[in-house]
Protein backbone atom coordinates (compact mmCIF):
# COMPACT_ATOMS: atom_id res chain seq x y z
CA UNK A 1 0.00 0.00 0.00
CA UNK A 2 1.40 3.23 -1.22
CA UNK A 3 -0.13 6.50 -0.50
CA UNK A 4 0.93 9.91 -2.23
CA UNK A 5 -1.09 13.61 -1.04
CA UNK A 6 -0.13 16.18 -3.51
CA UNK A 7 -2.18 19.81 -4.17
CA UNK A 8 -0.52 21.70 -1.45
CA UNK A 9 0.91 25.21 -1.86
CA UNK A 10 0.66 28.91 -0.61
CA UNK A 11 -2.99 30.74 -0.43
CA UNK A 12 -3.84 34.08 1.14
CA UNK A 13 -6.21 33.93 4.26
CA UNK A 14 -9.99 33.39 3.05
CA UNK A 15 -8.92 31.56 0.38
CA UNK A 16 -9.10 27.62 -1.39
CA UNK A 17 -6.91 24.77 -1.53
CA UNK A 18 -7.64 21.10 -3.09
CA UNK A 19 -5.24 18.67 -1.45
CA UNK A 20 -5.51 14.68 -2.41
CA UNK A 21 -4.86 11.64 -1.58
CA UNK A 22 -4.02 9.10 -4.16
CA UNK A 23 -3.86 5.40 -2.99
CA UNK A 24 -2.67 2.05 -4.79
CA UNK A 25 -2.44 -1.08 -3.38
CA UNK A 26 -5.81 -0.99 -1.99
CA UNK A 27 -9.51 -0.55 -2.58
CA UNK A 28 -10.37 3.21 -1.77
CA UNK A 29 -13.87 2.23 -0.63
CA UNK A 30 -12.75 -0.87 1.90
CA UNK A 31 -10.58 1.76 3.78
CA UNK A 32 -10.82 4.26 6.01
CA UNK A 33 -8.62 7.61 5.04
CA UNK A 34 -7.83 10.34 6.87
CA UNK A 35 -6.33 13.60 6.81
CA UNK A 36 -4.11 14.83 10.24
CA UNK A 37 -1.93 18.01 9.86
CA UNK A 38 1.28 18.73 11.91
CA UNK A 39 2.41 22.42 12.77
CA UNK A 40 5.99 23.24 13.37
CA UNK A 41 6.25 22.52 17.02
CA UNK A 42 2.82 20.90 17.51
CA UNK A 43 1.63 17.80 17.62
CA UNK A 44 -0.17 15.94 14.84
CA UNK A 45 -3.60 16.80 14.48
CA UNK A 46 -6.90 15.29 13.07
CA UNK A 47 -8.19 16.66 10.59
CA UNK A 48 -10.92 14.95 8.57
CA UNK A 49 -11.84 11.33 8.00
CA UNK A 50 -13.99 9.33 5.39
CA UNK A 51 -15.02 5.68 6.60
CA UNK A 52 -14.76 2.68 4.54
CA UNK A 53 -18.00 1.51 2.98
CA UNK A 54 -20.15 4.07 4.04
CA UNK A 55 -18.28 6.64 2.99
CA UNK A 56 -19.21 8.45 6.17
CA UNK A 57 -17.03 11.79 6.96
CA UNK A 58 -16.20 13.46 10.07
CA UNK A 59 -14.70 16.48 10.58
CA UNK A 60 -12.57 18.15 13.73
CA UNK A 61 -14.37 21.06 15.27
CA UNK A 62 -11.24 23.45 13.65
CA UNK A 63 -12.77 22.91 10.21
CA UNK A 64 -16.40 21.93 10.52
CA UNK A 65 -17.84 23.89 8.04
CA UNK A 66 -15.38 25.04 5.62
CA UNK A 67 -13.40 21.49 4.78
CA UNK A 68 -15.02 19.11 2.64
CA UNK A 69 -13.63 15.43 2.46
CA UNK A 70 -14.78 13.16 -0.57
CA UNK A 71 -13.79 10.05 -2.24
CA UNK A 72 -13.19 8.87 -6.00
CA UNK A 73 -13.21 5.44 -5.57
CA UNK A 74 -12.71 4.78 -9.47
CA UNK A 75 -9.40 6.97 -8.77
CA UNK A 76 -8.67 5.37 -5.53
CA UNK A 77 -7.90 9.30 -4.81
CA UNK A 78 -9.39 11.01 -1.66
CA UNK A 79 -9.76 14.82 -1.96
CA UNK A 80 -10.07 17.58 0.73
CA UNK A 81 -11.63 20.55 -0.55
CA UNK A 82 -10.17 23.88 2.00
CA UNK A 83 -12.32 26.70 2.00
CA UNK A 84 -12.14 29.95 4.03
CA UNK A 85 -8.48 29.01 4.68
CA UNK A 86 -6.56 31.25 7.93
CA UNK A 87 -2.91 31.16 9.16
CA UNK A 88 -3.54 28.80 11.61
CA UNK A 89 -4.28 25.97 8.69
CA UNK A 90 -0.68 26.49 8.18
CA UNK A 91 0.51 22.95 8.29
CA UNK A 92 1.83 19.69 6.80
CA UNK A 93 -1.14 17.87 5.82
CA UNK A 94 -1.03 13.70 5.86
CA UNK A 95 -3.29 11.22 4.81
CA UNK A 96 -3.47 7.89 6.38
CA UNK A 97 -5.16 4.86 5.88
CA UNK A 98 -6.64 2.39 7.81
CA UNK A 99 -8.70 -1.22 7.55
CA UNK A 100 -9.69 -1.76 10.96
CA UNK A 101 -10.14 1.60 12.50
CA UNK A 102 -12.94 1.85 14.52
CA UNK A 103 -15.00 5.31 14.77
CA UNK A 104 -14.03 5.84 18.39
CA UNK A 105 -10.04 6.10 17.07
CA UNK A 106 -10.34 7.72 14.26
CA UNK A 107 -8.63 10.98 15.81
CA UNK A 108 -5.83 8.80 16.91
CA UNK A 109 -2.65 8.39 14.80
CA UNK A 110 -1.82 4.84 16.21
CA UNK A 111 -4.44 3.65 14.62
CA UNK A 112 -3.52 4.11 11.08
CA UNK A 113 -1.22 1.40 9.06
CA UNK A 114 -0.04 3.55 6.02
CA UNK A 115 1.11 7.17 5.50
CA UNK A 116 1.19 9.57 2.99
CA UNK A 117 4.44 12.00 2.90
CA UNK A 118 2.81 15.20 3.24
CA UNK A 119 2.05 18.17 1.43
CA UNK A 120 2.81 21.97 2.69
CA UNK A 121 -0.24 24.09 3.24
CA UNK A 122 0.82 27.75 4.02
CA UNK A 123 -2.20 30.34 4.67
CA UNK A 124 -0.61 33.90 4.29
CA UNK A 125 -2.49 36.26 6.36
Known amino acids: VQLQAFGGGLVQTGGSLRVSCAAS????????ITWFRQAPGKEREFVATIFRNNGRPSYSDSVKGRFAISRDNARSMVSLQMNSLRPEDTAVYYC???????????????????WGQGTQVTVSS
Open 25 to 32: GLTSNTWT
Open 96 to 114: AASQTLIMSTMSRAGSYHY
